[in-house]
């Protein structure tokens, strides 16, 4: 096959991307593959291509809304017939939309993880061949990965429903720990793997030491005065984003805003006014992003640290896909540590704990439904508002079949064995997290070694070079 040549036809696009046509030659072979690629290299374009290649379905698993609509746009203008399925659709548009997958009307379909596990949606497949079964941002599979998504685990039982197809997992964050579960959770073969690397050198880093928010907000209108194009500003909480964006307005900026508590619409218009805007402003908690190809982004600042090194290793890929330089910066206060490990402590809680939220549901099943987490929330005594250990408990009950949650409406499904808890530790697992927040703190208190050699060694890559524009090789000059 004239690889090139269809890729120009296509696509108009005159060279492929590196691993991209490694991962399709694979793929023509009938050969699945993980694909470990940086943020920004040109995942997508892999199956997009592989649609074109067969008259099969292309399934693909996608964690986030926003980014389905995105990518669902893209594939619509390479002229592929392409269609997407979530909560937020209608319920009679989501029905047409599975007729037409049942029907054979769509090449290309993308969907959660969540929607897989729907009788509905399965019964749409019963009938159609899937030609190839994609898994977007696979670390998410990992329980012990940084973003780990319960029904992202599911997917190897969702892989043998299909019949095993042809399988594609792409992420562009995973530990060798975490590339193994990857692959034992899909079935696919270690010498399968196709990893271009991490390398992002056009992103100069640096660690700011500022304390207190008003400090930061200071030190960021600065580097906004001279911004040239889009600037993402992160932030953990939602309440200090509001805080933000009122701060900067005081100073003349117009900055769009995106956290969980918007309501669908107000996210949707700002996504599109982000991606519309070549200087846009934007800030979010980590909601935001995943997926989101935007080629002129110029910064990308921190003003609360995450909780591991992979998340922000992901949120600064954000910046600078067009090659160009860009910069990321942490601005790091001490006392922010608090925040990271809130949630950590939050999403891991203890034996007992999880035991006595599933005793509430079972002794109180019509209070349970009538007024869901907010009865167990004033039951158990709920008072910080950066304590999740409810829903947590409820997300790790309903991984293990004890509960469902389905439209928020809470109940028992399945007893609550003592043997769930030897098989997935959370006292374990809370360590093992916060052994990853420790790592990234002792990368932000590096004042020795070049920031990206740090993080290309955290994900296993040898490299010597030092990128010479982070703030660690800025000094040593």
Known sequence: MDWKSKLKAEFNFDHFRPGQLEILELLDRKKSVLGLMPTGSGKSLTYQFFTHLQQELVLVVTPLIALMEDQSQKAQSFGIETGFIHSQIPASEKSKRLRNLKEGKF?????????????????ALANRKVGLFVVDEAHCISLWGHDFRPDYAKLGDFQKFLKNPLTLALTATATPDVQKEILQNLSLDKNQIVSTGLKRDNIGISVREIYGLQEKVEDLVSSLQKRTGAVLIYTTLIRTAEEVRNLLKKKGFNPLIYHGDLQPPQRRASLKNFMSDEKALMIATPAFGLGIDKSNI?????LEPPGSLESYFQEVGRAGR???????????????????????QSAHPEEAYIEKIYRLIEVNPDKVKSLGKEFLADQISFKNRNDHRVQAALNILERWGCLSQ????????????????????QQLLLKHHNQKLYSFLQWIKNQEECRLLHIYRYFGVLETINCGICDICQKSR
């Not at 290309?108 to 399965?122: S, Y």
């Open 322 to 344: 067009d090659g160009l330089p860009s910069q990321a910066v942490l601005f790091y206060d001490e006392e922010d540590l608090t925040i990271p490990m809130q949630f950590i």
């Open 406 to 425: 389905e439209k928020e409406v809470i109940q028992i499904t399945g007893p609550l064995d003592p043997e769930l808890f030897k098989i997935e530790n």
């Open 298 to 302: 110029r910064g990308v600042y921190h």
């Open 107 to 123: 090449r290309l379909f993308f969907a959660t993880p969540e929607r897989l596990q729907k009788t509905e949606f399965k019964e």
